[in-house]
């Protein structure tokens, strides 16, 4: 019953291919994003999209490029892999409640190793 | 988004109460203050979020001052399972924007 969820977990692959994270919530949320944690350790925001709809767009190379099929599924994929590119990724999603704000929930991550 | 700062690192006994810091001085009027922690490398964990009142979980309890320009995060009652790092992190409640991780504390909690 995991509310969001990242495939794969880990991804070795090597320089200049091309590879998919998939993510998916049952969460019902309308609402979801991709970050990314570097070796530092620093949580950026990529993209968000809501309802389908890309809404945050960071300053992120145009290799990689996200996919929302429906509300619940936010694919991130990365064309040409360079080393840097290597990282966990971050898939989570969030609904607003009035009067609450908006409830985020992220997934476990999908570490990406570049070689 | 309104900026935090927060301590780089804090240790804290097990079983004594964790006070974690943030100071949001530019805080507007519309923001939630959230926090969340990590564990090692795993998804960020959410705990608790407030916009003026004191609130109060299972987890945890956050104190924000009247004026709004810093908070506490309280974990009355820490376990070495609670060492992580801490993100304090102030938003908007309107849609179109995100949470903006900070480099957050990192609290270490010693038998």
Not at chain 1, 47 to 55: Q, V
Not at chain 2, 19 to 36: A, D, F, K, M, Q
Request: charged content about 20%; hydrophobic content about 30%; aromatic content about 10%.
């Amino acid at each position: 019953d995991t509310a969001v969820s990242q495939t794969p977990k880990y991804l070795v692959t090597q320089m200049g291919n091309d590879k998919s994270i998939k993510c998916e919530q049952n969460l019902g949320h309308d609402t979801m994003y991709w970050y990314k944690q570097d070796s530092k350790k620093f949580l950026k925001i990529m993209f968000s999209y809501n309802n389908k709809e890309l809404i945050i767009n960071e300053t992120v190379p145009n290799r990689f490029s996200p996919k929302s099929p429906d509300k619940a599924h936010l694919n991130l994929h990365i064309n040409s892999l360079e080393l840097g590119d290597s990282a966990v990724y971050f898939c989570a999603s969030s609904q607003f409640s009035p009067g609450q704000g908006y409830g985020y929930t992220f997934g476990s991550g999908t570490r990406l190793t570049v070689v | 988004d309104a900026k935090t700062t927060q301590p780089p690192s804090m240790d804290c006994a097990e079983g004594r109460a964790a006070n974690l810091p943030c100071n949001h001085s530019t805080i507007s009027g519309n923001e939630y203050v959230y926090w969340y922690r990590q564990i090692h490398s795993q998804g960020p964990q959410y705990i608790i979020h407030g916009l003026k009142n004191n609130e109060t979980n299972e987890m945890a309890s956050l104190i924000i001052t009247e004026d709004r320009k810093s908070s506490t995060l309280i974990l009355p009652h820490a376990t070495l399972r609670d060492t992580a790092v801490y993100y304090c992190i102030v938003r908007p409640s309107n849609s179109g924007y995100a949470l903006n991780f900070g480099k957050g504390t990192s609290l270490l909690v010693t038998p």
